[in-house]
């Protein structure tokens, strides 16, 4: 087993990297983010390319509904 307490964490280091902004969320956000596995870990940052890819068409539909895509 890891040992999470010494150094960043390898889930929230991989969704930085990703290009996530977790600076915003609570600590019971990243204790979520904590536990996802690594299956869990990949499809978020496949998912948040493909958004990006996306990205105008995506972004409208955001603005126009004055939602927020994680």
Known sequence: MTDR????DPALAALTAAGFDLSGLTEEQHAVLRSLTDQELSLL???KARLEEAGPE???HAEV???ALF
């Open 58 to 60: 995506v972004q409208g």
């Open 45 to 47: 940052a496949d998912l």
């Open 5 to 8: 307490t010494i150094g960043p």
């Open 65 to 67: 509904a004055g939602g």
